[in-house]
Every structure is written in structure tokens, then in C-alpha cells.
């Protein structure tokens, strides 16, 4: 299959695998709930069971039709006080949060005012606000140079930093790159061995030192024989919890600059990584975390399971630092490229 011909296929799949990921945000920002409109409606079996059996098939395709005819309703909604101030609601549950939802519907009500507008016209103008409040924050996927890429991953305990690192592994593996893992989570000790499994499973190297070593050694160990053994990438391991926060970022702190000190030459990011079902809480996350290890880009994970995937918009708002990857599930392959177009596209 020709390189163009093989894109298309996988974005083809991203958006199939992000619009089912989405379906519940989609749901928040572009549908009206379907529940009240189908209300009176007969269902299939209803209809059925009063039916005589030949009339069944005429009674489905009739029950079909309205149906049909109720979505089309919902569909062409009149925009008045009462629509847009569900919309915020949906919207607010949708984890845009409030500092990104309150100027979206006063530039709403502002622009819609004596327009007549439905809500395929709200439809339109979120798709628009949507994309530019992405743009806003420069848009850049994970950055790679000839030399040495050295991925540092941060973030809070379980939002999935080992997983991504596993991910990631396996992604520049499999593009013919040299790979090295770093075990810099040396506080728990079974983060190493995990570690190690995804070390394995993705066919990569990895420096790990004994249990409750010091974590700055792990790093400088790794850089030294990255340098010297010309890797391509060296991702970074790090603790997500120890004994208190304010050890975890002195830790973090302590290791950002053994990478600053040994990395000279080679191509640095700082990726923080969130679980998109935490939502607004993992905002205050960013904050932190971005004034100790200047971060470059966000990995969001978890998008599949009970996230609202309207923290993307969030994120960008508030932090002004791009979401490079997106994790979609548990498996290698379930990590993506953030890409800003297709992810609004899958929301409508
Ligand atoms: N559904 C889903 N699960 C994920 C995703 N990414 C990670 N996980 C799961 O989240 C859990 C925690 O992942 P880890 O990679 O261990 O998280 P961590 O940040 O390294 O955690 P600590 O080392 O304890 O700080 C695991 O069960 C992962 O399988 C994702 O994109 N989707
Ligand atoms: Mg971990």
C-alpha cells in the first residue's frame, strides 16, 4: 500500500475509533437528549405485540419513520433562552469548564441575536469556535530530530505514564528507531517490573538500577549510554506519588536537571501525562507540574471509558500547552496523534 494510501487508512480508523470514543461528549456539545422527544413514541416491540403479525412489518416501518421524523425534529431545534441555557449545562458536563463555556455562549447569544438561528446554525458556529480555541495554542505533534529524543514523562499516580511509555516504545520501535526506557520510578517497586514488561513486550532496551535507587542515576545512567550507543529515543519513567507532593516535585525537579545538564544536543520534551476522566481536576495537575518541569505537550489518556473528551478544549484554553497524543484504550496500538481537525469532526 502506497504511504498516502496507508494515512488515510489509519486516520480513517482514528476517527471511526475517536467518533465511538467521543459518542458521550458528542451527545453533551451537538444533540439535544433524544429521551423526551421519543417519549410517546411506540417502540418496535410495543407495536409488535398489539399488531397482528402481518401488520407488524407495516407498524415497524411506520414506528421507523416517526422515529426518524422525531431525530429530524431534534435535529432543526429553534434556538431560544431556554435552548441555550441547556446548552451551557451540557456543555459544562461535557468538562469544557466554566472559564472556556461562559464567553463560548456570550459570543453565542451575541452573534445568534435576532438571527432566527437553529441549532444546525449552533451546530456550525461550535464547530468554529471549537477549531480556533484549538488553534489558539500552536498545534504540534510529538517533535522529533536526528540525534537523540529524550521524552521525559510526568504526571500524577495512575493517570497511565508507564503505559504511554509502552506505547510510545512500541510506535518508534516499530518505525525502525533505537529505543532506550529509563525506570525512573525506583519509589514503587513494582514500577520498574513493569516497566520491564513493556520493555519486552515492545523489543526495546532499558536501564534500570536496584529497588529505591536514586532516580537522578537511572537518568544520567540512560543519557550516558544513549550518547554513547547513539540511541534514537530515550523515554523517561517517572514516580507519580511519594512519601508527599512536596518530595515528588523536588524528585522531579532533581531530574529535570540531570536531563538539562546531559542532554546537550539532543531534542528534549516534557510531556505531562492527564486522565481525561479526571476532568477539571486535572487542570490544577498541569499548573504544577508545568512551573516544575516545563512541560512542551500533554499525552491525554483514557479518552475511551467514562471520559468527557471536552477537557481537550480546556486544556488549551487554560494552559496554552498542546495535547500531542491521546491514549484510546489499554493496547500498544492505543495511542494516536492528537489531531485538532479530526477531533472536532468526530464531536459532530
Ligand atoms: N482505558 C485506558 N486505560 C489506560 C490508558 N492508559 C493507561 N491505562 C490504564 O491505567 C492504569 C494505570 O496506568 P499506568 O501506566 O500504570 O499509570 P502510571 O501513571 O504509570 O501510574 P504510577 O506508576 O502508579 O504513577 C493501567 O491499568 C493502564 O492499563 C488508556 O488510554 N485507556
Ligand atoms: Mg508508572
Known amino acids: 500500500m502506497s504511504e498516502d494510501g496507508q494515512r488515510k487508512g489509519f486516520w480513517g480508523t482514528t476517527l471511526n475509533k475517536l467518533k465511538s470514543v467521543l459518542a458521550k461528549t458528542k451527545e453533551q456539545v451537538s444533540e439535544e437528549s433524544q429521551e423526551s422527544d421519543n417519549q410517546e413514541l411506540p417502540t418496535v416491540e410495543q407495536s409488535q ?15 421507523q419513520n416517526n422515529t426518524a421524523t422525531a431525530v429530524q425534529a431534534k435535529s432543526v431545534r429553534a434556538v431560544d433562552e431556554d435552548y441555550i441555557e441547556h446548552l451551557e449545562e451540557r456543555l459544562i458536563k461535557a468538562d469544557l ?17 435576532g438571527k432566527n438561528w437553529t441549532s444546525e446554525n449552533v451546530d456550525v458556529f461550535l464547530q468554529r469556535e471549537f477549531s480556533s480555541l484549538l488553534n489558539e495554542t500552536p498545534q504540534s505533534g510529538l517533535s522529533f530530530k536526528a540525534g537523540t529524543n529524550v521524552y521525559l514523562i510526568v504526571g500524577v499516580n495512575g493517570v497511565g505514564k508507564t503505559t504511554s511509555i509502552g506505547k510510545l516504545a512500541f510506535r518508534f520501535k516499530s518505525e525502525g528507531k533505537k529505543v532506550l526506557l529509563a525506570a525512573g520510578d525506583t519509589f514503587r ?9 513493556w520493555s519486552q513486550r515492545a523489543g526495546v532496551d532499558i536501564v534500570r538500577l536496584a529497588d529505591g535507587a536514586d532516580p537522578g542515576a537511572v537518568v544520567y545512567q ?9 540511541y534514537d529515543v530515550v523515554l523517561v519513567d517517572t514516580a507519580g506519588r511519594l512519601h508527599n507532593k512536596t518530595n515528588l516535585m523536588a524528585e522531579l ?9 546531559n542532554s546537550e544536543g539532543m531534542n528534549v520534551e516534557s510531556l505531562l501525562v492527564l486522565d481525561a476522566s479526571t476532568g477539571q481536576n486535572g487542570l490544577q495537575q498541569a499548573k504544577v507540574f508545568s512551573e516544575v518541569c ?16 471536552g477537557v481537550v478544549f480546556a486544556i488549551a ?9 491521546i491514549g484510546l484504550g ?11 481537525a479530526l477531533f472536532v469532526q468526530a464531536l459532530f
Open 49 to 63: 405485540a398489539q399488531a397482528a403479525p402481518e401488520e407488524a412489518t407495516a407498524n415497524q416501518t411506520q414506528t
Open 189 to 197: 517497586a513494582a514500577a520498574e517490573s513493569q516497566l520491564e514488561i
Open 317 to 325: 484554553k487554560e494552559l496554552s500547552i498542546p495535547v500531542k497524543l
Open 97 to 113: 469548564g466554566l472559564a472556556t463555556v461562559e464567553p463560548l455562549i456570550q459570543a453565542l447569544r451575541k452573534e445568534s441575536r
Open 253 to 261: 525537579k532533581k531530574i529535570r536537571t540531570v536531563v538539562e545538564k
Open 222 to 230: 540512560a543519557l550516558q549510554k544513549a550518547r554513547v550507543e547513539q
Open 330 to 340: 489499554e493496547k500498544m496500538e492505543d495511542l494516536r496523534d492528537f489531531d485538532s
Open 294 to 309: 516545563g512541560l512542551t505537550g500533554v499525552i491525554l489518556t483514557k479518552l475511551d471509558g467514562t471520559a468527557k473528551g
